[in-house]
């Protein structure tokens, strides 16, 4: 089975969509770790002011993660499936929050424009096609100094790291996704993770596109170097340090 690409992906979630929460319910640290990479910003006042960007959304758990960390920011919530879209939406949210129907690939077209103060994007640069690209769209859209955060299952790059992680599909979560039907996600889940950067290959993409201070941060549980927060920032010149 191949990994699942643009529209084909875009299908796998919107079908996914009616059990997503459910089964990231019972993964353990989940919402905890979302939560935490999204404070590892470091927002100052409450994002007061700020514009924030939450690139591929899903249900809105990041999103969720993301106005805990900045309650008095506005937030634009972006992602390319219409499922996963409608579920977050119809949650309770403040006034400052809106959600995009786009692909991350397709912000302007869509009438999603800078400038941001920060961008949020949670389990997503695995799935694109050209995450160059996307890294490079998100830096135009940032302001100097302007912050970026990836939580994403990028492996530290051991061999102990692929071998759990394999593990852990095989135990529990492509059986889960049999169970509720979305056996063909669950599998690209897997592959996708398997095959993408490891933490310090990403954290070299981040810097070839123009950020500064990239550093790789762990999380905690069986996540420790499965998953990662990845933080960068645009640079600024003195007279914007001013």
């Known amino acids: 089975m191949t990994l699942l690409r643009d529209n084909a992906l875009f299908a ?7 059990s997503y929460d ?17 404070r590892r910003l470091r927002l100052p006042d409450g994002g007061r002011g700020m514009r924030l960007l939450d690139l591929g959304c899903g249900t809105g758990a990041s999103t969720a993660a993301l106005l805990a960390a900045a309650p008095r920011a506005e937030i634009v919530a972006v992602d ?8 977050a939406a119809a949650k309770p949210w403040p006034a400052g ?32 096609t050209d995450p160059d690209a996307v890294l490079a769209a998100v830096h135009k859209m940032l302001v100097p100094d302007g ?28 059986p889960a996704g049999r169970l509720v039907g979305d056996r063909e996600l669950y599998h690209h889940l897997r592959r996708s993770v398997l ?20 550093r790789v941060l762990p999380l905690s549980g069986w996540q420790t170097n499965i998953v990662h927060t990845l933080v960068g920032r645009v640079p600024c010149s003195p007279a914007d340090r001013r």
Do not use: K, Q
Not at 12 to 18: E, G, H, L, V
Not at 22 to 38: C, D, I
Not at 80 to 87: E, H
Not at 162 to 169: G, H, N, Q
């Open 22 to 38: 459910r089964l990231t319910a019972v993964n353990p640290g989940y919402h905890g770790h979302l939560r935490r990479s999204a």
């Open 147 to 174: 912050r970026l955060a990836v939580h994403e299952y990028t492996l530290r790059g051991r061999p102990v790291d692929r071998a759990v992680w394999s593990a852990v599909c095989s135990a529990i979560v492509e």
């Open 195 to 214: 095959d993408f950067d490891t933490a310090p290959v990403f954290a070299s993409r981040m810097t070839t596109a123009g950020f500064e201070s990239v």
């Open 97 to 128: 929050v809106r959600f995009v129907h786009a692909p991350a690939e397709e912000l302007t077209a869509a009438g999603v424009e800078g400038p941001f103060h920060a961008v949020f994007a949670a389990y997503l640069f695995r799935n694109l």
């Open 80 to 87: 390319a499936s219409a499922g996963m879209l409608d579920r």
């Open 12 to 18: 796998a979630f919107d079908r996914a969509a009616s």
